[in-house]
């Protein structure tokens, strides 16, 4: 008797110290170990560690049983009684309802994170962002880059040119108007002479129309121009300097969406 009484404090403060350090949230367990005939069960245990204070690490409790009924819940003293076969279903509405998550907040953070939304569109995406205020490029990095963008950041159009000459890793470049020495939009002419160049490059090795023109759509960076007054950058400007739009600044989700999702969205090839 007291070899067991022994084993079973050992075994209540193993599983307690791991709860402390693991803090877990949800255990899942099977009936089988659940029930009375087991040397040590965890229910008594789990019991007993709740009467001693442990209230406040312990877990939700869902048991594995190839019955569910309320009687089953009530009798084990669990949270929730899953039946096996599992489904995935049926796991993740308990799972949901066990962590306080309604269905509506699943979906909707679903749809956050989905192909259609702006983390959808910029997760991964490598993006070039030129601006000389060192401000403006620490809070539009900080935005880009919560929507899973991987941003380099530079202060000047010419140093942007050094980065963007064929081939080069970038998706998008958001190209600031306003700078000294070279402009956004006389730099985003030159991204376009340096493209043309490779192009020229390609019909000379490729003559065939097919591959050319494939290798004209794969370097054509998209450029939008950043800027605080959206009047100022009008979409025939924008055009003539070859941009292919423009974003406000500071961000707005909806409308970056919008400029993005035509260059970056499912059906654009990478």
């Not at 899953?82 to 309604?102: D, V």
């Not at 620490?138 to 963008?149: D, E, I, N, P, W």
């Amino acid at each position: 008797m007291l070899e067991a009484h022994l084993l079973s404090q050992q075994f209540c403060k193993g599983v307690r110290e791991m709860l402390l350090m693991k803090q877990l949230s949800m255990l899942l367990v099977e009936s089988d170990s659940w029930g009375l005939k087991m040397d040590v069960p965890l229910r008594t245990r789990f019991l007993e560690m709740k009467q001693n204070g442990c209230e406040s690490v312990f877990p939700q409790v869902i048991l594995l049983s190839l019955a569910d009924s309320d009687k089953m819940k009530a009798e084990y003293g669990v949270d929730s009684v899953i039946t096996k076969p599992l489904k995935a279903s049926t796991l993740a509405a308990c799972l949901f309802q066990s962590l306080g998550i309604s269905i509506t907040q699943a979906n909707n953070e679903k749809k956050h994170h989905g192909p259609d939304s702006l983390y959808g569109l910029l997760l991964g995406k490598n993006i070039l962002v030129v601006d000389d205020n060192k401000v403006n490029l620490r809070v539009a990095a900080g935005t880009l880059k919560k929507y899973g963008a991987k941003v380099e950041c530079v202060e000047s159009g010419k140093d942007a040119l050094e980065l963007l000459q064929v081939p080069h890793k970038f998706d998008l470049c958001l190209m600031d108007i306003q700078m000294p020495e070279m402009d956004g939009f006389e730099a985003t002419r030159q991204i376009r002479a340096i493209e043309a160049k490779a192009h020229e490059q390609t019909d000379n090795a490729d003559n065939s129309e097919a591959g050319s023109a494939a290798k004209k759509a794969q370097w054509h960076l998209p450029v939008l121009a950043m800027t605080a007054d959206v009047i100022q950058a009008t979409h025939e400007e924008c055009t003539k300097y070859g941009m292919d739009g423009y974003v406000s600044k500071p961000f707005e989700e909806k409308q970056l969406f919008k400029a993005v999702q035509k260059f970056l969205g499912p059906s654009t090839s990478s």
